[in-house]
């Protein structure tokens, strides 16, 4: 099976721009997670979806959405780019999102804020 | 709310010496505990889970609830366990997880 596959990869943005990012989780798998990585605060939770629905949500702003299609591909947005918002953003499946079941991570998209 | 404290960001110890890597949690309820681990230039993945009780990679974790407790032990290290390694919980009917701040584990020739 094909792992979380997560892109871009790398994206450069300017302040006050608004960012769309892609997660597509292994086969089967119908909840993905979301988490921002950065070196002071380490692995934060975004938000999790499941069948179309968010699920949970983590105390960030506003500013960051997200969705999950049919397929249980997923996106997140962050709307008006802040300074503080550059970070590995990572994405978690697995399959139904049950609290003893193991999450699988991609890769991650680095978006760094100028 | 829940918490996860690894004390240790960094442990360096030799080849075939016995490590620790230490995990204390804070939850009132029953949680869900993990030990997640990144290798150089690897994505994050699962090492083990509390409710498994298995070893991987010669890794064993005990939850101890009495000391809200969830270390990783391994007896003799190797070279190639040299990783970041992160201690999560997740308490919910969703799979949010909880992360530790990590350790970053170096084992010496």
């Known amino acids: 099976k094909a792992g979380v596959t997560q892109t871009p990869r790398y994206l450069i943005k300017t302040r006050g721009q608004q960012v769309t990012l892609s997660c597509s989780p292994i086969?089967?798998?119908?909840?993905v997670s979301w988490y921002q990585q950065t070196p002071g605060q380490g692995l934060q939770f975004l938000f999790e979806?499941?069948?179309?629905?968010?699920?949970n949500k983590g105390n960030f702003p506003g500013r960051f959405s997200g969705r999950q299609f049919s397929n249980s591909r997923s996106e997140m947005n962050v709307s008006t780019l802040e300074l503080g918002d550059s970070a590995l953003y990572l994405c978690?499946?697995?399959?139904?999102?049950?609290?003893?079941?193991?999450?699988?991570f991609g890769d991650g998209t680095r978006l760094s804020i100028l | 709310a829940q918490r996860v404290t690894q004390p240790e960001k960094l442990l360096s110890v030799f080849k075939g010496a016995p490590v620790e890597l230490k995990c204390n949690y804070s939850?009132?309820?029953?949680?869900?505990l993990f030990w997640y681990v990144q290798y150089s230039r690897q994505r994050l993945q699962l090492l083990l889970r509390?409710?498994s009780r298995e070893s991987i990679k010669g890794f064993t974790a005990d939850l101890n609830k009495g000391e809200t407790s969830f270390h990783l032990k391994k007896p003799f290290a190797q070279e190639e366990d040299s990783a970041m390694y992160y201690c999560?919980?997740?308490?919910?009917?969703?799979?949010?997880?909880?992360f530790g701040e990590g350790t970053q584990l170096t084992v010496n020739p």
């Open positions: 978690a499946s697995s399959l139904y999102g049950d609290s003893n079941q193991p999450q699988h």
């Open positions: 086969s089967g798998h119908r909840s």
């Open positions: 979806y499941f069948s179309e629905t968010q699920r």
């Open positions: 939850y009132s309820g029953s949680p869900e």
């Open positions: 509390h409710i």
């Open positions: 999560a919980l997740s308490t919910h009917s969703g799979s949010r997880l909880t």
